[in-house]
Structure formats: structure tokens, C-alpha cells
């Protein structure tokens, strides 16, 4: 099934949006009753509805032996746009920018800054500022991730 973009961000959303989320971020198939309890729905049946949800839309799968639900398509809507997948883990992209010129400037300072000269100044300065951006940027997108 083929759902443009857009209509998949207005279908995923509230509860259906935490179950993505979680069979994201955990990697790995995962029962009703699991769901459940990791996102402390009323019921089993709540999250057995939404699972449902997600498997019409092609994103999950479902293991008819265990019965449990697993990721199939990985899509990039809403604040998944700005993270990214290293194993389990997710970042937001943001944070690579912060460590690359963070590390970029203390190394400059250590190594390669001379004296206190107008230029290293001017360099120091962008470096800090750029840092800062970068830093306060992905914090603002960790923030944003449903749980």
C-alpha cells in the first residue's frame, strides 16, 4: 500500500503515532500486551487497535506464529525528519553538526591557535557560536520526541 506523505502524517498521529514510535526505538517485534505496558494504555485492546492501524498502512507486520507486530517501512514524518538511526539508538541530526564543530574548535584551541591574535580571535568566537547553535538546536529536537 502506497500513501503519499502527507496523508501518512495526518493518519499517524496521537496514540497510533507512540506504537510507531516504540516499535522504532526498541527495534524489535513486540506483542499486544507489551505495547500495552510500555505505553500504559488502558487496555490491550487500545494498543491491538492501533498496531491494527499501523499494519493497514503497511508500516508493521505481523508474525502469525508469535503474534507479535514489527517494523516493515520506516518512514520520515514529522519530528522523525530530524533524527537519525544508529542501531536502536536515534539522534537528532543536529547533534553530529554540535560534536563535529564543538570537537572542531577545541581542537583548533589546542592545537593550532598560536596566540591571541585578531583572527584566532574572530575564529574562537564563530566556533563558540556555531557550537552553541548546533547544541541548543538538538537539545530543542530531543525535546520534541513523543516520549
Do not use: C
Amino acid at each position: 500500500m502506497s500513501i503519499d506523505e502527507s496523508r501518512l502524517e495526518y493518519l499517524l498521529r496521537g496514540k497510533t503515532w507512540s506504537v510507531y514510535w516504540l516499535l522504532l526505538k526498541t527495534g524489535r517485534p513486540m506483542g499486544v500486551r507489551e505495547v500495552q505496558r510500555s505505553l500504559r494504555f488502558s487496555s490491550p485492546s487500545v494498543a491491538l487497535h492501533h498496531l491494527e492501524r499501523l499494519r493497514e498502512l503497511g508500516l508493521v507486520g505481523k508474525d502469525d506464529d508469535s503474534g507479535n507486530y514489527f517494523l516493515i517501512n520506516e518512514v520520515k514524518i514529522g519530528v522523525l525528519r530530524h533524527f537519525v538511526k544508529l542501531g536502536r539508538l536515534l539522534f537528532p541530526r543536529f547533534f553530529f553538526y554540535a560534536i563535529f564543530t564543538s570537537s572542531s574548535t577545541i581542537l583548533y584551541t589546542l592545537f593550532l591557535m598560536s596566540g591571541f591574535t585578531r583572527e584566532n580571535l574572530f575564529i574562537l568566537v564563530f566556533g563558540l557560536i556555531v557550537s552553541l547553535i548546533f547544541w541548543y538546536e538538538a537539545l530543542r529536537i530531543w525535546r520534541m520526541k513523543p516520549f
